[in-house]
């Protein structure tokens, strides 16, 4: 077979085959009287091989090594391989994440893809302290994509840059809902903590409550914590048995009370809340320090429910239970005195 048909059976150009020949690749085996290259039926198998390691990625080295070598084994290359391919991805995911910063921002010249760029080295600086100083004022003129507000965010290990950019992201005036949504189906928990955290705090993401719900199924409890406290600030009531839990567990136990409270406000609500606060005061397993937590996280409860308990509580066989629900009862009892006070000036 001349080396023109070669070419049209084997999708290899014909200069590539005299590249293969010139390299001692792929020789043909013969040659035509008037001195034209001629390829066997092995030939052309051999062209096929060479082509099939190419696609893995293989030098042309690589391939007259793997095809003349016995003892050139796969094993070792093809993990090299895999590593290679895997590091050129991560620069190529890189490259595709400041491409698409750059086109968020809408540049309308060259000028304002360099302040793009000089914005992204910032928040890549290996510098904390520079990486904080980009999110609170970055480069003159340049108005930060939400998008790459939030995927700083997810990658943010200083406490202290992490809240600015999470300021620098409610500033924005972008939604980075979907990116941060994203990290919230992170394997990585760190990642969904930082994320959760974030969303938590962009209040006019329509996005933001669905997402916040999902949370409360993860399998962290910091990120349920996260979620549920701001869910509660949303009115979603969704969010209660997390946030009793937190009570029980003593974690942010002062602000999930408070939460509670806020929920409570909602007479369909109160009950509700009452019921599960009281359900826990008599678990077995609820020793003082609990009930006592318990105990002040009624005490922020609406309606006349809560004061009942708090009242039948002031008999507790637990004299320490008792004297805390007595002195609140005292407190709450005050309040309404000094209400009925000022109602009558």
Not at 30 to 40: K, Q
Request: hydrophobic share 45%; no cysteine.
């Amino acid at each position: 077979m001349l080396i023109g048909d070669v070419a049209r059976h084997s999708g290899v150009s014909t200069r590539m085959l005299r590249h293969y020949d010139a390299l001692g690749l792929v020789r043909p085996t013969g040659r035509t009287v008037g001195g034209y290259r001629e390829y066997s039926a092995e030939d052309v198998r051999r062209i096929f091989h060479v082509e099939s390691l190419r696609s893995l990625g293989l030098s042309l080295k690589q391939i007259g090594r793997a095809l003349e070598d016995p003892a050139f084994t796969p094993s070792a290359l093809v993990g090299d391989l895999i590593r290679w391919t895997e590091d050129r991805l991560e620069r190529e995911q890189e490259l595709l994440k400041r491409l698409r910063a750059v086109d968020a921002s809408a540049p309308t010249g060259w000028q304002d893809v360099l302040r793009i760029v000089e914005l992204m080295q910032g928040l890549n600086s290996a510098s904390a302290a520079r990486r904080q100083q980009t999110a609170l004022a970055g480069p003159e003129g340049v108005s930060a994509p939400a998008e790459l507000l939030a995927g700083a965010i997810l990658s943010e290990s200083d406490s202290n840059v992490a809240g600015a950019l999470r300021w620098a992201l409610a500033r924005s005036g972008g939604d980075g809902t979907a990116a941060l949504a994203a990290g919230m189906r992170s394997e990585d928990v760190d990642i969904r903590r930082r994320a959760v955290r974030a969303i938590a705090e962009m209040s006019d993401s329509p996005g933001a409550t669905s997402v916040l719900t999902d949370a409360l199924g993860d399998p962290d409890m910091t990120v349920r914590r996260h979620a549920a406290l701001a869910l509660g600030g949303r009115g979603v009531t969704a969010a209660v048995p997390t946030l009793v839990g937190m009570v029980v567990e003593g974690a942010n136990d002062v602000d999930a009370a408070e939460v509670l409270g806020t929920l409570s406000q909602d007479p369909g609500s109160a009950d509700r809340i009452t019921t599960a606060l009281v359900d826990e005061l008599a678990a077995p397993t609820a020793d003082s320090a609990t009930r006592i937590r318990l105990i002040q996280a009624l005490v922020e409860l609406a309606g006349t429910t809560a004061r009942e308990v708090l009242r039948q509580l002031t008999h507790d066989d637990d004299r320490t239970v008792a004297l805390v629900a007595s002195a609140f009862v005292g407190v709450l009892e005050e309040r309404s005195l000094e209400g009925l006070d000022d109602r009558d000036v």
